[in-house]
């Protein structure tokens, strides 16, 4: 549950731990949580406490090792690599948010920091905490189960369906009356900055990336069409590649646009922009999360970074758009992840006083069902899973190939699943092209694999491994 008090449960276990001489990493799914943790920890444990991830620098990491050596710093709170902080008499590790897909690396070695954790834990003897109001099924197949079924403070919140894509006269009224009564909202879009396409509505056709089998993301603030997978950049189009029919159209509210439409119906609102496009310093994560905290914003807009454990007391609005896009994904997981994130974003708001959750979707039936307790939809899933033979009842992984020449690619894949045929334990679901076919000039190609014996799964994948394939054990990402 959202707002249950588990941080103080956290804090309480750590003074154990280090009482015993003992030392504890906490892991965050990402950085933009560390600001307004780091404040909690340093006020409970003061220097003793270090921060860890992708952004410090090379100076403060040597300065933190130092310090893990001359036992002066005993806690490592951060994101995926502070596990692998040399820590030698290791008691504790909490996984926040332990349900986050941040924990898994979409590039080699693709780890689950997650389950590296679980696995650290066993194999030293530490005490191990998974953490989540909303837990990832498979963790709460696996492992026991503590559930805090009272928020610390409790608060009344009112949920409402409305239906449409955009931000229409509902979001804009609710609003305005929030921030009016000198309250704070937050504004869930599924699409960062202008991350949306140019189509053609005489042939349908999108705007690709020359490089790349998908489409080009329109760029408005930065006047031009990006590629956010091989980085390609050319200027915006006005009329379609294919057959020069003018204009092109847009599908898909991005923040950039969503800021200018609430603006210009509410022109003395000061909205926080919070997605990766505006947010890509640790500077400008605590400077836009102070400017919240201190009320000289008022409305809080972005995309998943939203829903990352924000805590702040004055939100009474949260708007979620866009979860029909999720629910429709092409994953097994998709139920999961929609419902997952309505939660995170819903437990944003009412953390002290009464909220109001506005929930854009056609899909009021299904997302209303599970609106009293997640729990719920974890059971109800886990029988659909079973009957399904998906995770956590079989073990996936998905082998991929990318070459230049795509003969030469679809020659490997075929060559791998005669291979793989031969172990009879292992079900080769489907193989051909990926979802999204080239990316950087290279043909892309998968074949996913399960099977419910773990063991014979890695012995197959181990006897078709070479340089030229990819394998992605227990694959979160399918495109």
Request: hydrophobic share 40%; with cysteine; aromatic share 10%.
């Amino acid at each position: 549950m959202t707002g249950s008090g588990k941080t103080e449960i956290f804090i309480s276990l750590m003074c154990d731990v280090l009482a015993r001489g003992e030392n504890i990493i906490f892991l965050m799914p990402e950085i933009s949580l560390t600001p307004q943790m780091q404040k909690r920890l340093t006020k409970y444990f003061g220097q003793e406490v270090a921060l860890w991830h992708s952004k410090i620098t090379k100076k403060r990491k040597t300065q933190i090792l130092e310090g893990i050596k001359d036992n002066s710093i005993k806690i490592i709170a951060g994101a995926r690599s502070s596990l692998f902080v040399p820590f030698e008499n290791l008691g504790l590790i909490v996984v926040d948010e332990e349900h986050d897909d941040s924990y898994k690396s979409n590039s080699r070695p693709r780890y689950n920091a997650r389950d590296i954790a679980v696995l650290i834990a066993q194999k030293v003897g530490a005490k191990i905490v998974l953490a989540s109001a909303t837990p990832s099924i498979s963790s709460y197949f696996k492992y026991d189960v503590v559930k805090l079924s009272q928020p610390y403070i409790k608060t009344k919140k009112k949920y409402k369906f409305i239906l449409g894509e955009k931000i229409d006269n509902n979001i804009i009224l609710s609003i305005d009356k929030h921030f009016k009564d000198d309250n704070q909202s937050i504004l869930f879009v599924p699409t960062r900055g202008n991350f949306k396409y140019l189509y053609c509505q005489s042939c349908g056709e999108t705007h690709k990336c020359p490089y790349c089998s998908v489409g080009m993301a329109l760029h408005r603030n930065y006047k031009y069409l990006k590629c956010h997978y091989c980085n390609y950049v050319e200027a915006i189009i006005d009329s379609c590649s294919k057959c020069n029919y003018f204009p092109l159209s847009t599908n898909r509210i991005g923040t950039v646009e969503a800021i200018d439409i609430i603006k210009e119906a509410i022109p003395n609102i000061e909205i926080e922009q919070f997605d990766k496009d505006s947010i890509t310093t640790t500077k400008k994560l605590k400077d836009a999360l102070k400017r919240f905290e201190e009320k000289k914003s008022n409305l809080l807009l972005g995309t998943q970074m939203l829903s990352k454990g924000h805590d702040y007391a004055n939100i009474t609005l949260s708007v979620i758009m866009g979860l029909d896009y999720i629910l429709g994904l092409s994953d097994y997981r998709a139920r999961e992840r929609a419902l997952s994130l309505l939660f995170q974003i819903a437990g944003r708001s009412g953390r002290s006083k009464e909220a109001e959750i506005i929930i854009q979707s056609a899909n009021s039936d299904f997302f209303g069902n599970y609106l009293k307790d997640y729990e719920d939809f974890i059971k109800d899933e886990l029988l659909f899973l079973e009957m399904a033979e998906y995770p956590p009842f079989v073990s996936l992984a998905r082998v991929l190939v990318a070459h230049k020449k795509e003969e030469r690619g679809a020659s490997i894949v075929s060559s791998c699943v005669d291979g793989l045929k031969i172990f009879k334990d292992i079900t080769i679901v489907g193989y051909g092209k990926a979802p999204i076919e080239k990316i950087a000039n290279k043909f892309r190609f998968t074949i996913l694999l399960k099977s419910k014996n773990r063991i014979e799964l890695l012995k197959a994948l181990h006897s078709v491994n070479s340089r030229d394939i990819e394998i992605d054990f227990d694959p979160i990402d399918f495109s």
